[in-house]
């Protein structure tokens, strides 16, 4: 005889109205319980930045409040690089921001002055280390670059000496000091870490005692360091505070409010279906009498009946049967985005016109914006190339070989001066450029080599098809052209020649 299965338990939530029995194991299951309800609503409010001294925000309402705003109130220069850096990979808004900044100053690099036969094993070395300049400075308005003079040259074999690799460090880890025009640099090693034998041996003794042992190395020219910096600050005041921290508020709130948004999502994937029967008497001799409230039986029936149940099916139920889905009916205004508009509006005056290039809805946006962002552009260029041109142009860095292997230099010539310069007509529109390279060609005020390169055009590639177009001039000269009217004849091309008569001017048939 098959044994009868005894009724399911009706489900409630957890801690709520919920009957464990008065034994030890009933006690012992609704305090496990009451744990999980808790660790539950400290995971939804947890955030993953970590403060130094109090670790994740979460474990409770005040808890949560004091070290959620003194995550965002530091003003130690050190804190406030990291926190940057932090918010530079981290944060949606702040990587979009350097990000497209990159993008547009960055565009156009290149390094005049170095041998062209050199130009294309240095200029990934150039490349990089223009990149991890503007990286750094983008996000903490500072940026300070550190190498030690190596010589690789095989001077036996006349090869051509390896520049030093060039490291743009995180500033939060250097102490830079300026005072009265003199700087000097430490770089700060946290923590230690265990280096093989034959790491110790490529870094040495100085650098590899300071990586396992940690502490400070203030660098020494007379070792072979060298460095430049680039500082936000007036000279003698060291490293400038990053601009960034002027909105750590504003983020602050940004972050608040995506940390809600987050919250009524992590709600909203619990699907929860509430089955609702019976009426609420509010009125009459019978109000708030229970003789018309759900009983335990009725529960029973409906959990049974709609237990396993999935896809599409059908319910018969009384008219006072409602079913509802409680988690899936949070008012869309919660998480629209216009409640952020205050916000937003300054964050994005902050950004400048980058911002509101692509954010405004004005209607003159691209004419006011572009001249401003194209200022913008050049002040900041004007810094990061200053910098590069110190570092390609320092004897240290470019002639490690000594100075006749300066990589500009050619048998005979003085070493030129190695510069760095970007495109100019970053934000120029498309019809502008073919305006502008138009007037170029037209007046004869710059090279045909200037202009392709306006144009994006590949000089030596332009130059071989440049070539095999004159070679086979009747594949590529039109039958027409529109001032000159028609060029040549679709004549037969088994046909001679026209003679010419000495003169230039075509024979003129007597007959």
């Not at 018969?316 to 008012?331: K, Q």
Request: some cysteine; proline content about 5%.
């Amino acid at each position: 005889m098959a044994s009868a299965r005894p009724p399911r338990k009706p489900r409630t939530v957890a801690g709520e109205n919920e009957d464990y029995g008065s034994d030890a194991t009933g006690q012992s299951m609704a305090m496990v319980s009451e744990l999980m309800t808790s660790a539950r609503s400290m995971m939804r409010s947890r955030d993953l930045f970590q403060t130094d001294q109090q670790g994740t925000y979460g474990d409770n309402a005040i808890t949560d409040i004091r070290i959620f705003t003194n995550a965002w109130k530091m003003v130690d220069l050190k804190t406030v690089f990291k926190r940057c850096r932090e918010l530079a990979w981290r944060n949606q808004f702040v990587s979009w921001a350097c990000y497209f900044k990159k993008l547009l100053f960055f565009n156009g690099f290149r390094v005049m002055g170095v041998d062209e036969k050199l130009a294309a094993k240095y200029l990934p070395q150039f490349r990089r280390i223009a990149r991890d300049v503007f990286d750094e400075y983008l996000t903490n308005d500072n940026a300070i670059a550190v190498w030690m003079q190596a010589n690789t040259k095989d001077t036996e074999k006349g090869e051509t000496p390896e520049l030093p690799p060039v490291m743009v460090m995180n500033c939060e880890n250097c102490r830079y000091d300026d005072t009265f025009g003199i700087p000097s640099l430490t770089i700060q090693f946290s923590g230690a870490r265990k280096l093989s034998a034959d790491r110790r041996n490529q870094l040495g003794p100085r650098y590899a005692d300071a990586l396992e042992k940690g502490g400070e190395i203030t660098l020494d020219e007379e070792e072979g360091e060298y460095y430049r910096v680039l500082s936000s600050d007036k000279l003698g005041n060291g490293l400038g505070m990053p601009r960034l921290r002027a909105v750590f508020d504003l983020l602050s709130t940004l972050d608040l409010a995506n940390k809600g948004d987050w919250n009524a999502f992590w709600t909203m994937k619990d699907v929860i279906r509430q089955i609702k029967k019976g009426h609420a008497i509010t009125t009459g001799n019978l109000a708030g009498m229970p003789m018309h409230f759900l009983k335990k039986e009725e529960m029973a029936k409906i959990l049974a009946g709609l237990s396993g149940k999935a896809g599409a099916y059908d319910v018969v139920s009384n008219f006072d049967v409602e079913i509802a889905y409680p988690t899936l009916e949070i008012e869309p205004k919660f998480l629209d985005p216009k409640k952020l508009g205050g916000v937003m509006e300054q964050l994005l005056q902050w950004l400048g016109p980058v911002g509101l290039l692509f954010k405004t809805t004005q209607g003159r946006a691209l004419d006011d914006l572009i001249p401003v962002l194209n200022a913008e552009m050049t002040y900041h260029r004007a810094f990061v190339k200053d910098l590069l041109e110190e570092i390609f142009n320092d004897p240290a860095f470019i002639s490690p070989g000594g100075d006749e292997d300066v990589p500009g230099k050619a048998d005979g010539v003085a070493s030129p001066r190695i510069t760095v310069e970007f495109n100019e007509l970053t934000l120029v529109t498309f019809k502008n450029l073919l305006a502008y390279a138009t007037m170029i060609l037209t007046n004869g005020i710059a090279s045909p080599q200037t202009t392709r390169r306006i144009m994006s055009l590949n000089e030596d590639e332009e130059n071989a098809l440049m070539k095999k177009a004159t070679a086979n001039k009747a594949l590529y000269t039109p039958v027409f052209e529109a001032k000159q009217g028609l060029l040549q004849q679709p004549a037969d091309p088994d046909a001679p020649e026209p003679s010419d008569n000495g003169g230039g001017k075509p024979v003129v048939n007597q007959n």
